[in-house]
């Protein structure tokens, strides 16, 4: 396991980024669907800074880690494990479901992919011109 500086910088960048979503808007698009958006994608770069696995399964476990937890919300996992009270754990884990929710994680994940896949037809159309 190595770590990658650039998908752990991304993930610091996106964590800043949603921190600041989260102090600073209380309602809203930006809040909580673009919020919902960039989660997914911080999850991914935080998994790709210390996995170098395949890009597609990185991205399908990343989309049912948020899957699981939107779904923990509807079933108040929260309240029965009685940490209601704690902000921080309510700004990370969410409290309410929402099917917009998992829209949201689903087209972060599909950005991911479409991201990545240019990225590495880029890289790989340089490796040929420099191998010629």
Known sequence: MKLNKTYLTLTILLLSIEISIAVFLKSGFIRHTFGDYLSVILLYCFFKSFIANNHYKIAIYTLIVAYVIEFLQLINILEILNLQDYKLINIIM??????????????????????????LKKQSNIIKKTSL
Do not use: P
Not at 96 to 117: C, M
């Open 94 to 119: 969410g409290n309410t479901f929402h099917i917009s929710d998992l829209v949201a994680y689903s087209l972060g994940t599909i950005s991911v992919l479409i991201i990545e896949n240019f990225r």
